[in-house]
């Protein structure tokens, strides 16, 4: 028997717990279908989605080729202990590897997991049997999950406060957010101000950071995400990583650079770090590896740091942590990035869409404050009427007016899917699938036109 949404949503009520989700509407929305660029409800509603799932189904939803590749192992090999090999598994790791050689001109290794914040705790393992160091530098509006280890190096306080005392809470440095600089500086004549002040920590013991004496730091590594994703799809001065490594270096500080959103095209290039001229000691992936299929995630890390000699059998393990329906499909898809031409795709779509984005920005100055993009890794700022103060109630009603799925098209009614992120939640970062087509950002920038104008009406 089909139960009615009404039924569901009791049920939901009673039976679910909250905890395992993020609830922005209430009551939270049902979808029944999905394709391409779209969300469709019961009602056949189209809702174009400029966030695919926070960057997990960039190659489009129900994506044919990757839909197949799982089908296919379904029928050939479905389950199989980790403790066996299959062959998408060795085969998906070369690629992987030898993208990062391609990339960063570094020979390493790829260790599987389930989840992103799992993936993270690979690497900070990593991390801590290199330099026996358990603390690490991470980024103000940094994001890198939700497990312990993870949420001990996620900025926010929010996500720890009900989970007892974080002894390895990371020391959180300010992220080179230049619209609105920590440190009120302007980007053109800052001379990398908030590097250096990175740098000044290094200078005395007295900063708490360095054993001048031995150049032994009490920190094993720095996490990074390259362009910052749930901080608002921050996108740091080309030079900024060159500059930190350099610190990084001299203090033998490793980098390890959180992929798991921006990798796999999202900000152009095949790994977002690879935009900016520095090469990682570790990388963590995951999201869009399966497309949003069955889950898989990973590290790579340089070879001295994992090789067998130093990191054995069953250093973590995961019963599904190499799946055969999550390597069949990663596979796929790194086979699609090896032939088809992605980061030139999502450079040029990246600009069109910005272009579109911008225009929209001259018109309505005193709503939109910030557009900005690298690759079809896209933000804008919500802003209150004088243009620069953070406008986070405009954001959420834009986000639930989109939802409604009553916006008007010559097609007929569609709605919009939005993720509101950053540091004050004013932030749409958007991320549409790649094969996006110029109508559907047409769409997109009258879509959101409309919805800034209901909003001024109804809310301001
Ligand atoms: C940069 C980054 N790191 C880590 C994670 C955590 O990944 P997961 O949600 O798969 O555990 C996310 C998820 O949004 C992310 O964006």
């Known amino acids: 028997m089909k139960h009615s949404e009404k039924e569901l949503l009791e049920k939901e009520k009673k039976y679910c717990s909250y ?4 609830h922005y509407l209430e009551p939270p929305k049902f979808f029944e279908s999905c394709e391409g660029s779209y969300l469709y409800d019961k009602q056949g509603t189209p809702f174009l989605d400029l966030q695919m799932w926070y960057s997990a189904a960039s190659f489009g939803y129900k994506n044919e080729r990757l839909g197949n590749a799982l ?32 990339l960063f001109g570094e020979e390493g290794r790829v260790h599987f997991n389930v989840g992103g ?5 690979d690497s900070l393992k990593v991390v801590r049997q290199t330099t026996k160091k358990n603390l690490m530098f991470a980024f103000m509006g940094g994001y890198h999950g939700r497990t312990l280890g993870a949420s001990a190096i996620t900025s926010s306080y929010r996500y720890r406060r009900r989970f007892g005392h974080f002894s390895d809470r990371a020391h959180f440095v300010p992220y080179p957010y230049c619209y609105r600089c920590p440190y009120d500086k302007k980007p053109e004549d800052c001379g990398l101000y908030c590097v250096k002040q990175f740098e000044k920590l290094f200078e005395t ?18 996490y990074v995400e390259s362009v910052q994703g749930t901080g ?21 500080i490793l980098l390890v650079d959180d992929e798991i959103q921006m990798g796999f095209h999202r900000a152009g290039k095949l790994w977002g770090l690879a935009n900016f001229g520095v090469t990682p000691d570790i990388v963590v992936f995951g999201k869009a590896l399966t497309n949003g299929l069955n889950p898989l995630s990973g590290i790579w890390a340089k070879e001295k740091l994992i090789n067998p000699k130093v990191w054995g059998a069953g250093s973590t393990h995961s019963t599904f942590s190499s799946n055969t329906l999550g390597t069949a499909v990663g596979l796929e898809v790194m086979k699609m990035c090896e032939e ?7 450079f040029d779509k990246g600009m069109k869409f910005l272009i579109r984005l911008k225009s929209l920005q001259k018109k309505y100055p005193k709503v939109i404050g910030d557009v900005d993009g690298l690759g079809l890794a896209l933000r804008m700022e919500i802003v209150k009427p004088d243009g ?9 009603h834009m986000f639930a007016e989109g939802m409604q799925g009553d916006l008007d098209t010559p097609k007929g009614k569609r709605g ?3 993720d509101v992120g950053g540091y004050y939640k004013n932030v749409f970062t958007i991320a549409p699938a790649f094969d996006i087509s110029e109508a559907d950002m047409d769409l997109a920038t009258d879509l959101f036109e409309q919805l800034i104008q209901r909003c001024l009406k109804k809310y301001r």
């Open 388 to 396: 620069y103060a953070p406008d986070r109630e405009f954001a959420d």
């Open 232 to 252: 608002g799809y921050v996108i740091p001065p080309k030079d900024y990583f060159k500059e930190l490594k350099k610190v990084l270096d001299r203090h033998n």
């Open 205 to 222: 013991e007295y900063n708490g950071v360095l054993d001048v004496k031995t150049n032994e730091s009490e920190f094993g590594a720095f």
């Open 117 to 121: 914040a799992q993936a993270v705790e």
């Open 416 to 418: 919009l899917v939005l």
């Open 71 to 102: 089908k296919n192992q379904i029928d050939k090999l479905p389950q199989l202990a980790c403790q066996y090999l299959h062959a998408e598994k060795v085969e998906l790791a070369e690629k992987i590897a030898k993208s990062m050689e391609r």
């Open 19 to 22: 905890g395992d989700t993020v």
């Open 340 to 346: 088809m031409d992605y980061e030139k795709k999502v």
